[in-house]
């Protein structure tokens, strides 16, 4: 229902002041704020302005509304004309008048609540539009009988004023906008101060990230850097102490025999930290390398049964691997999931005093992820400690830990490996009730492109034997190069099998040095196809590993075997057996200072020279007859005879030619070519004295005498 207000004819233009002078009139009694009554005034005063001009002529009719208990204003202007072509085009802004209408009716469509249009060709237009009344006007019989007296009211119309009245709203709408303007401009400027300030902490974010990377880098390089530094030393103390263990050089004491123990026990300690501490730099600086290989749980739990099994030293613990059914198989790094669960194992061995350890695979199809859990009945982790056991050097405080130490690298390695393998590591433990650690990987491991192996460029000397190495770890193909440096000897790396097969393909190696325990390789099975190879089964194996399972390499095929770390003379002595060639060079050292003789002794690779001393230059002349030495390291000023007398006296008792000299003196002649005429081949001074320098002369020293020969 609605009450009509009032209706009013629109013919000509100064009915229009009459619109805009009885609408404002309307809009003020029904309570409107004026800026509401410029709006319906204006919106009025558009469309009347179309009827007339469009439509020649019309009628408008003020009406009062309510809707869902909202009462409103209702305003229809109807008209007699042609009607409004493309009125959707208008609405939706599309239609482009030149005579300006579509721009009035949108304009006073904006300034409304709803407005509606009804028009049709030779019928003429209806335009209607409401706007809510304020929440404080009350709708009764009696506004609406003073709105009537109001409106009775024959009020003479006034043109001036009425524009006057516009022009005062123009004003007031101008100042507003200004107003509005200079509020945007301020805005606009906080605007551009925040967003300097935003851009000054990206760019500083940036740096604190580009040193953080730099830090993180550092950190991973010098992890890196300082494990390989270590594990040199280490291995030859484990070397040692093997040495002294096995009583080769005559029985220890038994408090002797104790203290060797302690120091290997501390030596292997220290090489399980240095090997975590690198397998954590590897992994936080990107560089392990994923190798996905075939294996099946069966196999995996097979080969932990037989590494972990030494570590029961009594019958109160049990350890159970529960047989894998219905898992299909893996094909992911295999090494890297058993490090997980060997951390696993031997971290529940530790802490279980009673009881049983049990290894458990489960398989999900829905998400093909395989799930390995290990479970113990020790003494268990209390919640607030669950976090702690995944940082780096982390451990939980307790009675049994003075009893088993630990680096406290094993989980938080282990959590590591797991997101790189693409899975993930939980616990569930409880004080008392023991422990459940569990990992879940993909069963297939995606292969990306980037992790592709590059091979190195494998240049073969044609003066020296190529030996192919194959190891993954990086120290231990340096330590092995050193041993062969200044050897007859070229070691020719290689970090996987497969990188192997395609050296085997360009070069024919003297002898293989093969180490068993490869990421996410099969060793043995490239042992096994190497010596059913036509083309390489006459190629000798040197097995060199940790694995301590020498009777199964040489079952498989291996000529020779050897521990890690490796004794420098051992190694040599095993390549000169499998190659037949005699590597270890004769070396006679002649001088009177015996610390001379010492410095010359320890830059000399061990095996690869073979020394002897002389105090003085005649017992050097009678070692020289007896001994025939390949090269000869001899000093000037000695007594009774000299360096140069030296040299004569060898020269005039030679049978044939004399061996090489390398002359060594604190002092070298402002003129050596005496020297040289007497038969040195070389002069040296002792304060520029190097293992590189001096190894680089012998071998100058030797390729000459080859070469006159």
């Known amino acids: ?157 006034d043109p001036i004023a009425e524009i006057r009245r516009q022009n005062q ?74 040495l002294l263990a096995s009583r080769v050089d005559g029985d220890l004491a038994p408090e002797q025999m104790k203290q060797v123990q302690f120091i290997q026990k501390a030596a292997e300690s220290l090489t399980e930290l240095v090997n975590d501490l690198l397998d954590l730099a590897k992994v936080e600086a990107g560089r392990t390398v994923v190798v996905p290989v075939e294996f099946t749980a069966a196999d995996l739990f097979s080969t932990l049964r037989g590494m972990l099994r030494p570590l029961l030293v009594g019958e109160a613990v049990t350890l159970v691997f529960d047989p894998p059914s219905e898992i299909p198989a893996m094909r992911t790094d295999e090494s890297k999931v058993s490090q997980i669960l060997r951390n696993f194992i031997s971290n529940a061995l530790k802490f279980t005093e009673h009881g049983e350890v049990r290894v458990t695979a489960s398989f999900e199809a829905a998400t093909d992820m395989v799930t390995f859990a290990v479970s113990d009945t020790g003494i268990g982790i209390a919640e607030k400690d669950i976090e702690m056991i995944w940082q780096e050097f982390g451990q939980v405080a307790n009675a049994m830990q003075a009893k088993v130490k630990g680096t406290g690298l094993g989980l938080p390695l282990s959590k590591k490996l797991a997101e790189l393998l693409g899975g993930s590591v939980t616990v569930n433990s409880a004080i008392g009730c023991g422990s459940r650690f569990a990992v879940t990987l993909p069963r297939v491991f995606p292969l990306s492109g980037d992790r592709a192996e590059l091979d190195p460029d494998w240049i073969v000397d044609s003066n020296r034997i190529p030996i192919l190495a194959i190891d993954d770890d990086p120290a231990e193909i340096l330590n092995q190069e050193r041993i062969l440096a200044g050897t007859r000897y070229q070691l020719i790396a290689a970090r996987s099998t497969a990188q192997a097969k395609r050296a085997l393909e360009r070069i024919i190696p003297g002898a293989i040095i093969l180490d068993i325990m490869l990421e996410g390789e099969e060793a043995w099975r490239f042992l096994i196809d190497t010596k059913h190879n036509e083309t390489t089964h006459n190629i000798p194996f040197l097995v060199v590993t ?164």
């Open 169 to 242: 709203e123009m004003l007031v709408q101008l100042d507003e906008l200004n107003d509005r303007q200079q509020q945007l401009a301020v805005l606009n400027e906080e605007l551009q101060d925040t967003n300097r300030g935003v851009v000054a902490l990206y760019a500083e974010l940036n740096d604190r990230a580009d040193h953080l990377r730099q830090a993180d880098e550092l950190k991973s390089r010098f992890l890196s850097n300082m494990s390989h530094e270590f594990r040199t030393p280490l291995n030859s103390i484990l070397a040692l102490t093997r």
């Open 546 to 709: 940790s694995t301590r399972d020498e009777r199964k390499a040489r079952s498989l095929g291996a000529d020779h075997y050897l521990d890690k770390p490796v004794d420098h003379a051992q190694f040599l002595q095993a390549l000169d057996e499998l190659t037949g060639a005699r590597v270890a060079i004769k070396v006679l050292v002649v001088d009177d200072e015996e610390i001379a003789r010492y410095l010359v002794r320890q830059l000399l690779p061990r095996g690869a020279f073979y020394l002897r001393e002389a105090s003085d230059g005649l017992s050097g002349l009678e070692m020289a007859r007896k001994e025939k030495p390949d090269v000869i390291i001899l000093d000037l000023n000695m007594k009774p005879i000299d360096g140069l007398s030296f040299l004569q006296l060898l020269a005039s008792e030679a049978m044939g030619r004399s061996p090489p000299v390398i002359v060594l003196t604190s002092l070298v002649p402002a003129d050596t070519q005496h020297l040289k005429r007497a038969g040195a081949t070389e002069v040296m001074s002792k304060s520029d004295l190097t293992s590189a320098a001096l190894i680089a002369a012998m071998r100058r020293a030797l390729t000459a005498e080859e070469t006159v020969a």
């Open 1 to 157: 229902m609605t009450a009509r207000l009032l209706a009013i004819a629109i013919e000509q233009e100064h009915d229009i002041v009459q619109a805009r002078q009885r609408t404002r009139q309307i809009a003020a009694l029904l309570g409107f704020v004026p800026q509401d009554q410029t709006r319906i005034t204006t919106a009025v005063s558009e469309i009347a302005r179309n009827a007339i001009e469009y439509g020649k002529g019309g009628r408008i009719e003020y009406r009062l509304g309510k809707k869902d208990a909202v009462p409103y204003l209702e305003i229809a202007v109807r008209d007699a004309g042609p009607g409004i072509k493309d009125i959707d085009g208008i609405l939706d802004g599309l239609h482009r008048s030149t005579t300006g209408m579509g721009i009035g009716i949108l304009g006073a469509r904006r300034l409304m609540d709803a407005f509606a249009v009804e028009t049709a060709p030779g019928e003429g237009t209806k335009i209607t539009m409401t706007k809510r009344l304020p929440r404080a006007v009350l709708v009764s019989s009696t506004l609406l009988a003073q709105i009537g007296e109001a409106l009775a009211k024959d009020e003479a119309l």
